[in-house]
C-alpha cells in the first residue's frame, strides 16, 4: 500500500470540502473494498476521507417512503434488521461476518461491483439513492461496470427501500469469492413485480420479461420457459454467459417458490 | 500519525506510517504474533481479532481506523491462567493441527457464538465463512464450537 | 501398557497449549536485529527471453539496500535448483532435467518466475524497488497444456519434444494378451485436476549470516530441514553443510509444498551472506499461487480388462504428467514411483502395464502434494472399477470384493514390483457398506428425486504405499537421498527424557503422539518427555515429514533408540543389583532382576548413569543418552473403503456431499484422535479436488487464472459435511510398532468415491473434474 493522508469528517459537508481539496481523494467507508485494492496496489489515493466519524450517516429508521437506511450502515445492522426480511437476507449473504461487521451499503453502492448484491436490492425493490446533492431513482443509479451516476466528490448519504408487499433474495454464489454469480431479487410492492438481477451483467439491471410474466401470473409455472438472451453477460471460470444466463431463471423461480410456498 | 488503541487491555500510542494495518501494528509493533496473515484479498480469517467487541480482519482494517477502538487479539482472551472456554474447546475437540488458522478461527469462533442464540452445526458452518483451515477439515472445529456454546 | 497417555490413547495435544494462545512461533514471527527485507521481480510472461534487466531505477529507489539479478548469483557460483530423483526412459536413458537457476538468468519460463531481488530496510521500499525494476523481455510463444506440450513450441534447449522422460513399469505384451482375450474392456478418459497446495501460513525464510564464525542460519518453513541444508550446501553451494543451520520452526501446514527446495530461500540465505545483514522474505498469497509447487495435472488413458466372471485380467495405462516449467525437488517421482507401483490398488489384476511421459509447460512446477501419485494412481483405478461394475451391470462392492487380494494371500506380490505385507480389504468395505447404511441407499435416493434432486452413491477402495520407505530399493530406483530416519534420546539426571527426531510436525502432533511413545516404552510420566524436531543445530540427520513416514519410519527409529537406552539401562541396573544384564527386565518403568526380584525405577537407574558411583566405567561409559538411524525393510500399505453419498439440484448443478464413510486400515493407532483428525483434513482436500479445485491457466497469455483466493475455489466449512471415519486393523508386519501411516489416505481415496457418486447421480460414465455447478449443470441436461 502507498502511503495517503487520512482526514476524519466531521459532516457530509466537511468531506466534501476535504475531497475537493484534495488531489486524488476516496471517501473510506468500510474499507473492505477500498483496503484490499489498496493493499494490492491497484488504487493509490492520495487522501483518504473517513466517513466513518460523520455523526448520522449510519443508522436504519421508518420513514414515509419506506425504510431509510444511511450510507454508513454497515452490512450487519441491515442484516440484523426486521422491516424488509428479503433484504436482511441478502444483507446477512454478503461475505462473511468479518466483512458484514465493516462493510456499509453507500459503499458497496457506490463501488458498484458488477457481483455485489445490493444493486439487486435497489432495482429489485425499486429504492431510491440519496446523496449530498440529490435523490437519484435506484433505477437510473448504475451505468455500467463499476460506474454510477455518481459525480465527481458526489456522497451516498442514505437509501430508502420502498416496503414491498413481500419479496425474496436468491443467490448463487461464487464458490471462491462468494460474491454473487447471479443474484435475484423478486418483489411485489402491491402494485407491481420487480426483478433486480445482479452478478450476471456488467452491472445490475431489471428484468423485464420476468417482471412482465410475474406481473401476469405471480407462479413458476408462468416463468419457466423464458430464455434470456446473454449474449453480454459476463463470462469466467466458474460460470460461463450461458449458465449466467439459466441461473437467472434459477434464481428467480427460487425466489417466486420462496414467496409462493 | 498518530494512533491510541487499547490492545488487551493495555492502552498504546504509537507513531506510524498512514499506510500501516492494524494487523501490522499487532504484529510488528507489539509483538503480538499470534494474529496471523494468510492472504492478501481479506479471505483467509487468520488475522481475526476483534475490535469493539466485534470480529474484524485485521489485515483489511487501517490503523487509522483503529484510533481509539479497543481490540481484542488471541493474546487477550484467556483470563490469567484460565483459557477462554472457546480454547479449552479447540484443544479438547483437537480442532488444530498446524495451528495457523486457529486464532483467527478462535476469535471468529467467540464472536459468532456471542452474537447468536444457541446455533446449530450448520449454522456455525455458515458462520466461519470467513476463516479458512486447510488441516483439519473443519469437522472437528464445528465440534468444538458446539462445546463451547455450551460453556460461553 | 495402555494409559491414559500411552500408546493407544486420544491424548490432548501438547502442541496446542501455544498455539490457542498464540504463542506459536512461525517463521515469520522471528525478526533479527538490523534485518533487511526482500521482494523479487516476478516474470509476467510465461515464456520470455530477457534481453535486458535495468536495475537502476531500483537502486535509486529509497531505502533500498541491494538489488541482484540471477548473474550474481551466478556470479557468486550458487548452482541449479536439483531434482533429486533420477528417472529413466524406456530406452534407459537419463531423464533430460533442464537448468534450473534459482533467479532466472536468460530467459523466464513461467508467469511468477522470479528474475531479479530487491532487498531493503522496509517491505515498502523493497516493493517499491521491485516495482522500479525495468526488464526488457522478448515475448515467446508458450506451452500450456498438458495433453498437447509434446507437440508446443520447445521451452528447454536439452529437452526435444518438451519431455523429461517416457517410463514404463510392468509387463507390456503379457498385458496386451490379456486384453486380447478380455470378456470385456472398460475405458476412460482422465484428467487430473492441478491442484494448488495453499497451507494457510504461506512460505517465508529469513536468513542470517555471522561474519565472525562464517556460519549461516536459515529459518524457514520447510518440511525438512536437513535436506534442504543439504541440497543447499551440497548441490546450490550456498555454505559447507557444517555452516549451515536449517530451523523450521512452528509450520503452518505444508502437505508436500514445503518439502521442496526454492529460489526464494536459495536467494534469502546467499543474501544474508552476501550483505552481512539479516534478510527476510514471506510470500504473499499471489507468490504462493504462482510459485509453490503445484499438485497433479495428470492426462490419462486407462483400460480395464476383465473376463467372463468379472475378473479383472488386466489394466492397461498411459499418462501424461505435467512437470511445469523445471523438474521440482522430486517431481520425477511422483507420477513413476508414487504412482505407476500402486495400480494394482486392492487387486489381485495379474497383469498391468503403464507408460508415463513426464512433460514441461509454461507453467509452475508440479511436485508431491498430499498423496503424490498415489491418489491419481487410486483415481485411475477406482473410477475404472466403478465405471466397469456399471457397465457389466453389477454391484461396485460385489465387484471389488470378487477382486480383492484374499487376506491369507500376504505377503503379496503385485505385478507392478511393490509387496504388500498385510491387509484385509473385504472388513473395512464391509464396515463402510454398513456405516453408510447402503442398504437404505435406494429409499434415499427416490425421496431426492420425489424433490428434484438426483442422488449418487460412490466407491473407492484405495491403497496407497507409505513410509517411504527402503533407503537402497529407493536408492536403486534413483533416489538421492536415503530414506531412513533419525532419533537421539536423551535421559537426563533426573529421568526425564528429550527425543529428538528427524520427523517433522506441521500439524501432524509429532510433540505429543511422540512422547506417547516414549512414555509408554519406559513407563515414564507424558509430561517429562520433550519432543525436539525442526533444527539441524539440534538432531544429526534427518528426512522430514512426508509420504506419511512419520509415525512408521520416525517412530520407530526412536523406538530403535529406546531399545539401546533399555539395553544399556539394564546393564547400569545389573550392576546395581548385583545381577546380571541377562536376568535383568525391563517393564512398567522398572528394571527388575529376576533372580532376587529386586528392581530400580528408570529415574534410578538414570541418575546413576550421570553419578556413575557403582558401575565399572572402563566396561560402561556413563552417561544415557542414544541414537539410532532407523531404515524400514519396506513400505506400510495403508488401506480403506471410502464411501460417498451427494444429492445434486439438476437445475444449479450443485453438489452437496450428503455423507461421507471412510473406514481405514492404518494397522495400529497410537492417538486415534490425531489419525481422525489427519484423516479429516485429507478428506477436505480430496472432495475440495472433485467439487471446488481447480489450478488455471490461461491459455493465451500464461497467466494464473486462480491466482487468488477470489478465483481459486477453497474448500470452506459449509462446503462439507460432517466425517464418519472408523477403522480396521492389520498391524504392519515389518516395523516394531506396527503402524502404517495415516497423513494422505483421506486426499488419496476420496476424489474417486465422489466422482463417482457423481457419475453415478448424473447417470453418466465420466465426467471433467472439478464437478463444479455449471460442469454438472450442462452434463445434467445432457449437453
Ligand atoms: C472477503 C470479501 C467478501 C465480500 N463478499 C461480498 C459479497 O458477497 N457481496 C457483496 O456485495 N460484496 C461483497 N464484498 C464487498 C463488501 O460488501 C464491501 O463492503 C463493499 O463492496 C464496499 O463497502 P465499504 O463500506 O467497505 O466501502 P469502501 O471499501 O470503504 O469503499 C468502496 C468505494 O466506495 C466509495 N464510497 C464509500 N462510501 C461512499 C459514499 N457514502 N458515497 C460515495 N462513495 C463512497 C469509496 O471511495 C470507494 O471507492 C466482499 C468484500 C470482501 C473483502
Ligand atoms: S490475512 Fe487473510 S483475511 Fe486477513
Ligand atoms: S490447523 Fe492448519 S490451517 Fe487450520
Known amino acids: 500500500m502507498y502511503q495517503f493522508k487520512h482526514h476524519k469528517s466531521t459532516s457530509v459537508d466537511h468531506a466534501s470540502e476535504l475531497h475537493s481539496n484534495s488531489d486524488e481523494g476516496l471517501y473510506l467507508a468500510g474499507g473492505m473494498t477500498l483496503i484490499p485494492s489498496m493493499k494490492l496496489r491497484l488504487t493509490a489515493p492520495t487522501d483518504l476521507i473517513d466517513l466513518s466519524s460523520i455523526e448520522g450517516l449510519a443508522g436504519i429508521s421508518n420513514s414515509y417512503a419506506g425504510l431509510r437506511i444511511g450510507a454508513m450502515t454497515r452490512h450487519c445492522e441491515v442484516s440484523a434488521s426486521s422491516e424488509i426480511p428479503a433484504l436482511a437476507s441478502l444483507a446477512s449473504l454478503i461475505g462473511d461476518n468479518q466483512v458484514r461487521n465493516r462493510g456499509t451499503i453507500g459503499g458497496s453502492l457506490a463501488n458498484n461491483d458488477p457481483a455485489a448484491d445490493y444493486p439487486a436490492a435497489v432495482l429489485g425493490l425499486g429504492a431510491t439513492i440519496h446523496t449530498n446533492k440529490r435523490d437519484i431513482d435506484g433505477d437510473s443509479f448504475f451505468l455500467g461496470l463499476f460506474e454510477t451516476a455518481l459525480d465527481e466528490g458526489e456522497i451516498i448519504t442514505a437509501v430508502t427501500f420502498p416496503i414491498p408487499k413481500r419479496a425474496a433474495y436468491a443467490k448463487f454464489p461464487n464458490p471462491a469469492s462468494r460474491y454473487a454469480i447471479v443474484g435475484a431479487m423478486v418483489s411485489d410492492s402491491g402494485s407491481g413485480i420487480r426483478v433486480g438481477i445482479t452478478g450476471a451483467g456488467a452491472c445490475a439491471f431489471r428484468a423485464r420479461a420476468f417482471e412482465s410474466a410475474l406481473n401476469k401470473d405471480f407462479s413458476v409455472d408462468a416463468i419457466s420457459a423464458i430464455e434470456i438472451d446473454h449474449s453480454d453477460f459476463n463470462v469466467d471460470i466458474h460460470a460461463s454467459a450461458e449458465f449466467r444466463g439459466h441461473l437467472i431463471g434459477a434464481m428467480v423461480r427460487q425466489a417466486v417458490v420462496q414467496l409462493t410456498e | 500519525m498518530a494512533v491510541k488503541l487499547n490492545v488487551n487491555s493495555v492502552e498504546h500510542t504509537l507513531e506510524v506510517p498512514s499506510n500501516t494495518l492494524l494487523s501490522e501494528i499487532l504484529r510488528d509493533h507489539l509483538n503480538l504474533t499470534g494474529t496471523h496473515i494468510g492472504c492478501d484479498t481479506s479471505q483467509c480469517g487468520a488475522c481475526v481479532v476483534h475490535m469493539d467487541g466485534k470480529s474484524i480482519k485485521s489485515c483489511t482494517v487501517l490503523a487509522a481506523q483503529a484510533d481509539g477502538a479497543d481490540v481484542t487479539t488471541i493474546e487477550g482472551i484467556a483470563n490469567g491462567g484460565e483459557l477462554h472456554p472457546m480454547q479449552e474447546a479447540f484443544r479438547n475437540n483437537h480442532a488444530l493441527q498446524c495451528g495457523f488458522c486457529t486464532p483467527g478461527m478462535i476469535m471468529s469462533a467467540i464472536d459468532l457464538v456471542q452474537s447468536n442464540d444457541k446455533l446449530s452445526a450448520q449454522e456455525i458452518r455458515e458462520g466461519l465463512d470467513g476463516n479458512f483451515c486447510r488441516c483439519t477439515g473443519y469437522h472437528n472445529i464445528v465440534k468444538a464450537v458446539l462445546e463451547a456454546q455450551e460453556q460461553m | ?783
Not at chain 3, 468379472?310 to 511422483?334: D, E, W
Not at chain 3, 496407497?464 to 531412513?484: D, T
Request: overall charge negative; proline content about 5%; hydrophobic content about 40%.
Open chain 3, 1 to 783: 501398557m495402555t494409559t491414559e497417555t500411552g500408546i493407544g490413547a486420544s491424548v490432548k495435544r501438547k502442541e496446542d497449549a501455544r498455539f490457542i494462545t498464540g504463542k506459536g512461533r512461525y517463521t515469520d514471527d522471528i525478526n533479527l536485529v538490523n534485518q533487511t527485507y526482500l521482494v523479487f521481480a516476478r516474470s509476467p510472461y510465461a515464456h520470455a527471453k530477457i534481453n535486458g534487466i535495468d536495475l537502476e531505477p531500483a537502486k535509486a529507489t529509497p531505502g533500498v539496500v541491494a538489488v541482484f539479478t540471477g548473474k550474481d548469483l551466478a556470479a557468486d557460483e550458487i548452482g541449479d535448483l536439483p531434482c533429486g530423483w533420477m528417472v529413466k526412459s524406456k530406452d534407459g536413458s537419463d531423464m533430460i532435467s533442464p537448468s534450473h537457476p534459482p533467479i532466472a538468468i536468460d530467459k523466464v519460463n513461467y508467469v511468477g518466475e522470479p528474475y531479479a531481488l530487491v532487498i531493503a530496510d522496509t517491505p515498502d521500499a523493497a516493493r517499491n524497488g521491485a516495482e522500479a525494476i525495468e526488464a526488457n523481455f522478448e515475448v515467446l510463444e508458450a506451452v500450456l497444456s498438458t495433453a498437447d506440450a509434446t507437440s508446443g513450441p520447445q521451452i528447454h534447449e536439452n529437452a526435444p519434444n518438451n519431455r523429461s522422460y517416457d517410463w514404463e513399469l510392468g509387463d507390456k505384451d503379457a498385458t496386451d494378451t490379456a486384453f486380447d482375450n478380455a470378456a470385456h474392456i472398460t475405458k476412460l478418459d482422465i484428467v487430473n485436476n492441478r491442484l494448488i497446495p495453499n497451507a494457510i501460513e504461506t512460505r517465508a525464510a529469513l536468513g542470517d549470516f555471522d561474519s565472525s564464525t562464517g556460519n549461516y542460519t536459515l529459518y524457514t518453513t520447510s518440511q525438512n530441514p536437513h535436506v534442504e541444508r543439504l541440497i543447499l550446501a551440497a548441490f546450490v553451494n550456498v555454505a559447507p553443510e557444517a555452516r549451515l543451520r536449517v530451523i523450521s520452526p512452528d509450520v503452518g501446514g505444508g502437505f508436500g509444498s514445503k518439502i521442496f527446495v526454492y529460489a526464494e530461500e536459495t536467494a534469502v540465505i546467499w543474501a544474508a551472506g552476501k550483505l552481512g545483514r539479516p534478510v527476510k522474505w514471506r510470500a504473499e498469497r499471489t507468490e504462493s499461487f504462482l510459485g509453490d509447487a503445484h499438485g497433479r495435472d495428470h492426462v490419462t488413458h486407462a483400460e480395464l480388462a476383465i473376463d467372463d466372471d468379472g475378473k479383472f485380467t488386466g489394466l492397461r495405462v498411459s499418462t501424461k504428467a505435467n512437470m511445469g516449467a523445471y523438474l521440482s525437488t522430486f517431481a520425477s517421482s511422483v507420477p513413476t514411483y508414487l504412482y505407476g507401483t500402486l495400480l494394482a490398488g486392492q487387486y489381485t489384476t495379474p497383469n498391468i502395464y503403464v507408460e508415463v511421459q513426464a512433460v514441461f509447460t509454461n507453467t509452475c512446477s508440479v511436485d508431491a502434494y498430499r498423496g503424490a501419485g498415489r491418489p491419481e494412481a487410486t483415481f485411475v483405478v477406482e473410477r475404472l472399477v466403478e465405471t466397469a461394475a456399471r457397465e457389466l451391470n453389477m454391484d461396485p462392492a460385489e465387484l471389488r470384493r470378487k477382486n480383492f487380494i484374499p487376506p491369507d494371500a500376504f505377503p503379496y506380490e503385485t505385478p507392478v514390483a511393490l509387496t504388500y505385507d498385510t491387509g484385509n480389504y473385504g472388513i473395512s468395505l464391509d464396515k463402510a457398506l454398513d456405516l453408510a447404511d447402503v442398504a437404505g441407499f435406494e429409499s434415499r435416493r427416490s425421496d431426492s428425486e420425489s424433490r428434484g434432486k438426483k442422488r449418487g452413491l460412490g466407491y473407492s477402495c484405495y491403497i496407497e504405499a507409505c513410509g517411504l520407505a527402503p533407503s537402497q530399493v529407493a536408492i536403486s530406483l534413483g533416489a538421492g537421498v536415503g530414506l531412513f530416519e533419525s532419533a537421539e534420546i536423551r535421559v537426563d539426571v533426573t529421568g526425564s527424557v528429550t527425543a529428538i527426531t528427524g520427523s517433522h510436525s506441521h500439524g501432524q502432533g509429532h510433540e505429543t503422539t511422540f512422547a506417547q511413545l516414549i512414555s509408554d516404552r519406559f513407563g515414564i510420566p507424558f509430561e517429562s518427555v520433550d519432543v525436539v524436531h525442526g533444527d539441524t543445530g539440534r538432531s544429526d540427520y534427518g528426512l522430514g515429514t512426508y509420504g506419511s513416514r512419520s509415525i512408521a519410519v520416525g517412530g520407530s527409529a526412536l523406538m530403535s533408540a529406546a531399545d539401546k537406552i533399555i539395553a544399556k539401562g539394564k546393564k547400569i541396573a545389573a550392576h546395581m543389583l548385583n545381577s546380571n544384564e541377562d536376568n535383568v527386565d525391563f517393564a512398567d518403568g522398572r528394571f527388575t532382576a529376576a533372580d532376587t526380584n529386586e528392581s530400580l525405577a528408570f529415574g534410578e537407574v538414570a541418575f546413576s548413569a550421570y553419578v556413575p558411583g557403582n558401575f565399572p566405567l572402563e566396561e560402561l561409559e556413563p552417561g544415557l543418552s542414544e541414537k539410532a538411524f532407523y531404515d524400514p525393510a519396506n513400505f506400510t500399505y495403508p488401506a480403506g473403503a471410502h464411501i460417498c453419498e451427494v444429492e445434486i439440484d439438476p437445475d444449479t448443478g450443485v453438489t452437496e456431499i450428503a455423507q461421507f464413510v471412510a473406514v481405514d486400515d492404518f494397522g495400529n493407532v497410537i492417538n486415534p484422535m490425531i489419525v481422525e483428525g489427519q484423516v479429516h483434513g485429507g478428506l477436505a482436500q480430496g472432495i475440495g479436488q472433485a467439487l471446488l479445485e481447480h489450478g488455471i491457466y490461461d491459455a493465451d497469455s500464461g497467466n494464473l487464472i486462480t491466482g487468488s483466493y477470489l478465483d481459486y475455489a477453497m474448500p470452506r466449512a459449509d462446503h462439507l459435511p460432517d466425517f464418519t471415519v472408523d477403522t480396521t486393523v492389520t498391524p504392519c508386519t515389518h516395523n516394531p510398532l506396527g503402524v502404517k501411516g495415516c497423513g494422505e489416505a483421506g486426499a488419496i481415496g476420496s476424489t474417486a468415491a465422489v466422482m463417482n457418486a457423481v457419475t453415478d447421480a448424473l447417470g453418466v460414465i465420466d465426467m471433467p473434474m472439478p464437478a463444479t455447478p455449471e460442469t454438472v449443470w450442462k452434463v445434467a441436461r445432457g449437453a
